[in-house]
Nanobody, 127 residues
Framework: QVQLVESGAGLVQAGGALRLSCAAS????????MGWFRQAPGKEREFVAT????????RYADSVLGRFTISRDNAKNTVYLQMSSLKPEATAVYYC????????????????????WGQGTQVTVSS
């Protein structure tokens, strides 16, 4: 069982930056690929970024490529999402998720591939 707790919610102006954190419980964090998803009001949940269990590989949605950076610290059981040059359309509840994997470099960008989800954290970008 893995519990995920996101933090870093906030209100930021367009063009600003924000960093989200996701702390995971348990001693096997290094066995999980991690991902960030978001859901805006009235829209379906969408993939944002993912990082392999080893941290060696990452993948981003086209809409955030070059502006968002996902990283992890396996010693701290934490995954981060650094967001910069934020746009109003980034307003959403952001969720982190964990996917159990036996492949250290594998990436997961589809929601149903994930085993555990956090409760979400609100990001609001004002224009």
């Amino acid at each position: 069982q893995v519990q995920l707790v996101e933090s870093g919610a906030g209100l930021v102006q367009a063009g600003g930056a924000l960093r989200l954190s996701c702390a995971a419980s348990g001693r096997t964090f290094g066995n999980y690929a991690m991902g960030w998803f978001r859901q805006a009001p009235g829209k379906e949940r969408e993939f944002v970024a993912t990082i392999s269990s080893s941290g060696s590989s990452t993948r981003y949605a086209d809409s955030v490529l070059g502006r968002f950076t996902i990283s992890r610290d396996n010693a701290k059981n934490t995954v981060y999402l650094q967001m910069s040059s934020l746009k109003p359309e980034a307003t959403a509840v952001y969720y982190c998720a964990a996917a159990r994997t036996y492949y250290s470099g594998r990436l997961y960008s589809v929601g149903h591939e994930y085993d555990y989800w956090g409760q979400g954290t609100q990001v609001t970008v004002s224009s």
